[in-house]
C-alpha cells in the first residue's frame, strides 16, 4: 500500500511516519510539505534514503501540483496532519489558516474524488468542541458534543471537519475524522507549550505563563496519537469520527513547575504575562469510543512521558537550536516582548 502523508515534517507527522515505518514496513510513505516555519526537512533524515519513503516540498493549496502527486504515486490512503498548528500565530494573522486548514483540505479531498483513495483521514483536535468550565470536572468531550469553537484556529479546523463530512456525505467519499487533546513528545516546535518552557529553562529564560496558569489540557505522548490514528485509518468505521485522549489532565502552571523541577532550575523563572485573547480554560476528552470499538489506551503515562521528552530536548539540541536562531526570534520578540 501507499499512504500519502501531508505534514510529514512537522511535529506529529514525522512521529507519525516514524511510526509507520517501524510498525507497517510493507507500506510506502509518500509525505508532501509546504516546509513552513514548522517543518523541517532534517527532523525527516532517518527516512530521507528509505526506498519505501518520498518526500514532496508542495503545498497542499497548490491544486495542480498535488493532482499531479496523486497521478503519480496513485496513494490507497490519505491522511492529512498539514495545517497551521498555533493558536497564538492565528490570532495575530488568521488569513494563513483559513487557506491552508480549509482550502487545503477541500483540494485533497478533491484529489482523492478524481483519483480515488480507499480512505481520506483528517487529523483534527478537540480544540474544535470549544472550552468546559474549571469547575464542572465530570463534564468531557465527546464525540456528540457540538462545534463551538474559540480561536480562528480552532475554527479553521471545525470548518475543515464540516467540509471532510460535507465530502462524505454528498460525494460518498470514505473519510474519517480523529479529534485529539494536546500532544507532547520528540520534534514539537517549540513555540508551544512544554518545549518552549523546556528550552527556556535551559537558557535561564523567563517563562511567560499566560494569566494565572490555571487553563487545563489534556495532554497525550505524541505516539500514543501516531497509534490511535494508524487504527483509525486502517480498522476506523468510515464516515466516523474518533476522540483521542487519555485523561491527563494537568493545569498549565502545574506542567512548567514540573519542567522547572526536572531540570532543576529555581521556579523564579516563572513570569505571570498577558493572558491570551478568548483563552480556552479546559480541555478534556471523553476516549471511550476509541477505546470500545477499536481496543486503543494510551501506552505512556504522563510522568514517563515528560521525562522521555526533556531528554530528548536535551539529546536534541542542535535540532531546536537552530529553530529558536531563525524567523522563532522575531516572532518571540513579537508575541512576548511587551506582554
Ligand atoms: P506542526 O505545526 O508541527 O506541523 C504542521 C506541518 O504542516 C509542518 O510540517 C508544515 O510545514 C506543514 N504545512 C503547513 N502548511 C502547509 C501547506 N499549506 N501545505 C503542506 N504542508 C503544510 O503541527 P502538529 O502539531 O504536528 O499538528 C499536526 C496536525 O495535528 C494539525 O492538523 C493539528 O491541527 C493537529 N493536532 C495537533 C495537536 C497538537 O497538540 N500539536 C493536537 C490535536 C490535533
Ligand atoms: P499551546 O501549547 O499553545 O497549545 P493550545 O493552546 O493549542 O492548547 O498552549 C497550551 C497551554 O499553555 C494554553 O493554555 C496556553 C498556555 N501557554 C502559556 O501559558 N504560555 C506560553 O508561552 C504558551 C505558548 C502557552
Known amino acids: 500500500m501507499t499512504i500519502l502523508v501531508t505534514g510529514g515534517a512537522g511535529f506529529i507527522g514525522s512521529n507519525f511516519i516514524f511510526y509507520e515505518r517501524a510498525h507497517h514496513p510493507e507500506d510506502r510513505i509518500v509525505c508532501v510539505d509546504k516546509l513552513t516555519y514548522a517543518g523541517n526537512l532534517s527532523t525527516l533524515a532517518p527516512v530521507l534514503n528509505d526506498p519505501m519513503f518520498r518526500f514532496y516540498k508542495t503545498d497542499i493549496c497548490d491544486r495542480k501540483a498535488v493532482y499531479a502527486i496523486f497521478e503519480e504515486e496513485k496513494p490507497d490512503l490519505v491522511v492529512n496532519f498539514a495545517a497551521e498548528s498555533h493558536v497564538d500565530r ?20 478533491d484529489a482523492c474524488r478524481t483519483f480515488g483513495v480507499g480512505r481520506f483521514h483528517q487529523v483534527s483536535t478537540d480544540e474544535v ?21 474559540s480561536s ?15 465530502y462524505h456525505r454528498t460525494y ?33 529564560k523567563p517563562l511567560p505563563v499566560y494569566g494565572q496558569g490555571l487553563n487545563v489540557r489534556d495532554w497525550l505522548y505524541v505516539e500514543d496519537h501516531c497509534k490511535a490514528v494508524d487504527l483509525v485509518l486502517r480498522k476506523g468505521a468510515v464516515g466516523q469520527v474518533y476522540n483521542i485522549g487519555g485523561h491527563n489532565e494537568m493545569r498549565n502552571i502545574d506542567i512548567v513547575r514540573l519542567i522547572c523541577q526536572e531540570l ?34 494510551p501506552d505512556t503515562k504522563f510522568s514517563d512521558g515528560i521525562v522521555r521528552t526533556i531528554r530528548w530536548y536535551l539529546d536534541n539540541r542542535d535540532w ?20
Not at 480541555?283 to 481496543?295: C, E, M, Q, V
Not at 531546536?320 to 506582554?339: A, H, L, P
Open 90 to 109: 492565528s490570532i495575530e494573522n488568521p488569513e494563513i489558516f483559513l487557506q491552508t486548514n480549509i482550502i487545503g483540505t477541500a483540494v485533497l479531498m
Open 264 to 297: 532543576h532550575k529555581p521556579e523564579s523563572l516563572i513570569t505571570y504575562v498577558t493572558d491570551r485573547k478568548g483563552h480556552d480554560m479546559r480541555y478534556a476528552i471523553d476516549p471511550t469510543k476509541i477505546h470500545r470499538d477499536l481496543d486503543w489506551l
Open 129 to 149: 468542541y470549544g472550552d468546559l468550565p474549571l469547575d464542572r470536572p465530570d463534564l468531557f468531550f465527546t464525540e456528540e458534543t457540538p462545534i463551538h469553537t
Open 152 to 166: 480562528p484556529y480552532s475554527s479553521s479546523k471545525a470548518a475543515a471537519d464540516l467540509l471532510v463530512m460535507a
Open 320 to 339: 531546536w537550536g537552530e529553530i529558536v536562531s531563525g524567523e522563532y526570534q522575531s516572532y518571540y520578540e513579537r508575541m512576548y516582548g511587551n506582554r
Open 172 to 204: 460518498d467519499l470514505p473519510v474519517s475524522l480523529s479529534r485529539c487533546s494536546n500532544n507532547y513528545g520528540p520534534y514539537q516546535f517549540p513555540e508551544k507549550l512544554i518545549p518552549l518552557m523546556i528550552a527556556n529553562c535551559l537558557s535561564d
